[in-house]
């Protein structure tokens, strides 16, 4: 009877904590929801309060700390009603799966034409490019830049001219045909007058011009004229610059190499990749906090315009791109192993595609070994070793 009865009492003991620690959970549950309710007050304040703290861009930080922060603490400790809820709408989102799938057909078919509007919009590379940038600054420039209200277009000539003089310096270190004359053809050596004398009348405009706008952009700095309404602050330049060095189609061609010459082993020769993903995903993220800024300041058209340009197509086509292309590399490659630094140091040997020592390698299950890189432009190609032509069998 006693052992009986000790049982009973253990098991009324922890019938007991248990009940306590669901009704400790559920007043835990409830002080959170309080809680929850307190921190969202700031987004029904009113607007003159917040505005005098610090404006937009103090409402974006809380946004960006407060937010996800509720969401962890109330899905770690639900209130009561929250799981019925959520029945309750799964329960009617399995009645409308139904005619919510005919409804979502009939809205792909009628968003179909611009869809291939938005595709030919990007095709034209340069123009969407520059209407982005110009939306991005303009918003920068209304939320940050008060007095100003050119600095937009100050900057993005400013940067503009500094793009063709990286073009025109980079064209001069790559140029490997200093010649003046045009030979008819690649073996001949008879000239052609007329196309040589265009070359050369082209080359010498690229030069004067380069010159004459260096000089005009270091009188108009030096001497500070015609530059009234050109007031940038630190963090202007920061987003703005940023964003244009991250969007340009002659920066994204220097960022890879500029990373390459890091030779991180890690990205293995895919810095194209990589760069292209990182640049599309940071040109979004900037462009994201500026739709509720712009919101919270009135400015309803100017973020309607970067909501749709800025992150839905470019982020739905440019960095779903981007980031489909990476993944698929990455995929394609995760099938062979990388080669450790003992086998690399007993092989001494050149990559057979590329003829480039290999500090980073992959082997095929045929025990060769080839830049990550290489070995990726040679599966779009086939799916047979490059050496020695076989299939590639894994166990």
């Not at 407060?66 to 959520?86: C, D, F």
């Not at 073996?187 to 196309?195: Q, T, Y």
């Not at 092989?347 to 890189?373: I, N, Q, W, Y």
């Amino acid at each position: 009877m006693g052992m009986i009865s000790r049982v009973r009492g253990r098991i009324r003991s922890d019938s007991f904590s248990k009940i306590h620690t669901m009704k400790s959970e559920e007043k835990i549950a409830n002080i959170v929801w309080l809680i929850s309710i307190v921190f969202l007050l700031p987004y029904w304040a009113p607007r003159g309060l917040l505005v005098a703290l610090g404006g937009a861009w103090l409402m974006a930080a809380y946004t960006c700390l407060m937010v996800p922060l509720l969401i962890s603490a109330n899905y770690r400790y639900p209130a009561r009603w929250y799981p019925s809820v959520a029945k309750l709408a799964r329960k009617i989102g399995r009645r409308l799966r139904a005619p919510g799938a005919r409804l979502l057909g009939v809205l792909k078919t009628a968003y179909a034409p611009i869809e291939r509007a938005e595709r030919l919009f990007l095709q034209m590379n340069n123009l969407s490019t520059m209407i982005s940038q110009l939306l991005i600054f303009t918003a920068c420039d209304r939320l940050l830049v008060f007095r100003g209200r050119l600095t937009c277009l100050y900057s993005l000539m400013f940067y503009n001219v500094v793009t063709y003089s990286v073009n025109y310096v980079r064209e001069i270190c790559t140029k490997e045909d200093w010649s003046p004359y045009v030979n008819l053809t690649r073996n001949s050596r008879v000239k052609h007058l007329a196309m040589s004398a265009t070359k050369i009348v082209l080359e010498w405009t690229k030069a004067v011009t380069f010159i004459v706008t260096i000089t005009f952009i270091l009188l108009t700095l030096g001497l500070e004229q015609g530059l009234e309404y050109f007031r940038p602050t630190a963090l202007y330049t920061l987003i703005t610059g940023t964003y244009y060095l991250l969007s340009e189609k002659t920066f994204l061609e220097l960022w890879p190499i500029a990373l390459t010459a890091f030779k991180l082993e890690r990205l293995e020769g895919m810095e194209l990749l990589y760069c292209g993903f990182w640049a599309r995903g940071i040109t979004t993220s900037i462009a994201i906090p500026l739709v509720p800024a712009l919101m919270w300041n009135e400015r309803w058209r100017l973020a309607a315009l970067i909501l749709y340009i800025c992150v839905v197509v470019h982020g739905r086509y440019r960095l779903g791109e981007s980031f489909s292309k990476l993944k698929e590399a990455q995929g394609s490659l995760a099938r062979f192993r990388r080669a450790t630094a003992e086998e690399l140091s007993t092989l001494e040997d050149v990559c057979a595609v590329c003829l480039g020592t290999m500090k980073s390698a992959r082997v095929t299950p045929c025990a060769h070994f080839f830049h990550a890189d290489c070995l990726r432009k040679c599966l779009a190609a086939s799916d047979r070793c490059p050496i020695c032509v076989r299939e590639y069998v894994f166990c």
